[in-house]
Nanobody, 126 residues
Framework: EVQLVESGGGSVEAGGSLRLSCAAA????????TGWFRQAPGKEREGVAA???????????IYADSVKGRFTISRDNAKNTMYLQMNSLKPEDTAMYYC?????????????????WGQGTQVTVS
């Protein structure tokens, strides 16, 4: 059984930082993308960042333009945990943040391409 559990959300002032964690269990490592998405009230769920794993096993980060230079995605394979370090937070970063796993071959920011989702963690920037 696949489980994704996010944590680390909270309320911060603009300019502050948060680190989100996504603890994964049962996730297959053979898929290309594992990512973070967010959804603000009244808006579509959007891709924030993802880790791309090539056929040779090399991993590299991908970011949405809106978070480049401020957010960093990483993962600790030994702990089966993915992270999203968020710095220089802005009010427009306020959203529910979700981790997503097992992209079946779609674009990294295509929400419909992921097989599994966590329950989300709220980030509020004032």
């Amino acid at each position: 059984e696949v489980q994704l559990v996010e944590s680390g959300g909270g309320s911060v002032e603009a300019g502050g930082s948060l680190r989100l964690s996504c603890a994964a269990a049962g996730v297959s490592c053979r898929y290309k993308y594992t990512g973070w998405f967010r959804q603000a009230p009244g808006k579509e769920r959007e891709g924030v960042a993802a880790i791309y794993v090539s056929g040779g096993g090399t991993s590299s980060p991908i970011y949405a333009d809106s978070v480049k230079g401020r957010f960093t995605i990483s993962r600790d394979n030994a702990k089966n945990t993915m992270y999203l370090q968020m710095n220089s937070l802005k009010p427009e970063d306020t959203a529910m943040y979700y981790c997503a796993a097992e992209n079946g071959g779609g674009r990294w920011n295509d929400r419909w391409a992921y097989n599994y989702w966590g329950q989300g963690t709220q980030v509020t920037v004032s």
